[in-house]
């Protein structure tokens, strides 16, 4: 298990950086100007080119108005797509990326303010090949960064909640959504302060790559807009064939809507049908297409119940509720300060097992007896089984797929899954990953008292097998209101030569030896980048 801090700022230079293990990354694709404060780049709002150096801050041109910034910069909001190019794996990481190269500035006192072209439309990719030897620990440990310049005509911002994936029939041909605001939109002064105020979103962008996800590029023509409804969220998936399935939560309206592209060159548009008909949505959704049938499964939630519907290629099926204990939020308090999450569900569909069929794993955040916050996970059949009805109605919970004896608080579910080797008649791997304040040795940080540190953490997870991995990278909520961003992720990367599967985990992190001291801003505390677990 390896832990990398992938995105540590220097004081004036914003770089893709490690504190220990991560080597500096090689220079920035095309399309992303980015360098020190000198460094002439291609600015958002029409192009404008020109860069102003003073002696204490960096000024730049943007909107005709020259903008004079503090260095800062900051990751949150973490997902995680993964390609496989002549041998090699291709890891994409995306991300709400703001700093004062993308037009956003950050005010003497705390305030961030944010230009008109900003964009936090921020990536970074790695890669590795996972059969060259007994371990995956050597892979991942350069990373190069980049970032879509500015909005395409048409549209004013791109706002982060960012969605992946990769299209199954071209491993090449990569998607990277954001929420975005119209031109229409935009206040006539050219910025805002502070917080995003809700009658400004307006739909969401989608970005492609045609290089396995090392650069996208978006145009107009991605950018998707219901009536200028109010987007939140954002989910991407890929069936085999190439089918793109974008899903956002739809505020305005209370539902999901969901977007098709026929094939991974195609365009999208709306597609037809309520996934929820008569359920007033409350929260982001998440989808996963299933590699046996090339539905699409799709999860909502409403308040705490917890619901299940699939697509089936012509017509939505019926919904299932899953559960009515669901949470949609979860703050929880750790020396003395407050962690705000969200996303506390999520779900995989593992392909066919030997003698088997596909099946459907979820997991969510709930309350558990002692009162504290725990995970548990339950299971369904997406495909009958002899004598079992075809209505994804045979579904249960795995008694081992718990928390509920473990002390603190465990929240964030991140669920993956890979098939198993067939030939061995191997089941097939499962992990799941979540925070969690138990103390742990190892890991806490001296003179803190139990339970003042949050850990990443790890499962593995089979029917009947249940193991944590050990307790890694304690942190601190920074401020005394922290945030870490909506959601995170999870992804399986590739198999060892010994046939482990390996994931990587990336998330919000508080933590940065070269930004030492906490700082409060009026939309959230620094320092907040991105790191990652490796698992195997």
Sequence with gaps: MIIRNLFVPTLSLPSLLAATALSACSAAPPGDPEGTAATTAALVAGGITATVTDTTRTCRFIGGRRICFVDKEMQSETTTTASYESGNTVVTTAYNDESQFHGFEFLSDGTRRTHLGATMMGWAWSQGNPHTGADYDGAFNTWTKGHIAGPPPGWALLWGDPALTTSRSNQARVFLSNLAVPASRFPAIGYFDGAISQSLLGGACIARSSDSGKTFTVASADCLSNGGDFYDGGQLTSDDNGVIYAAYWNVTTGNIDVWRAPSDTAGFSLLGGNPFPGIG????????????????YILGMSNTNLWLNHFNGSSWASPILLTTAALSSAPFTVAGKTLRTAQQFDFDIAPPWVNGLPELRFCHTYIKASGHYGIKCGWVHTHPWPGEPADGSVRGWDSTWTTENETGDQVNPDVAAVAGNNTNNEPPDWRATWYDTQSDSEWDPP????????????GFMRPGLFILSELTHGQVPCAAVDYWGDYDALHFVGFDTNGHAHYLKTFSDSTSPLEPTCTFSDVFAQPLHVSLVHYD
């Excluded at 949505?281 to 699409?296: F, G, M, Q, Y």
């Design 281 to 296: 949505i409350t929260e982001h959704p998440v989808i996963k297409a299933d590699a046996w049938s090339n539905d699409l």
């Design 447 to 458: 003179n803190l008292p139990d339970g003042s540190v949050v850990h990443v953490v790890g």
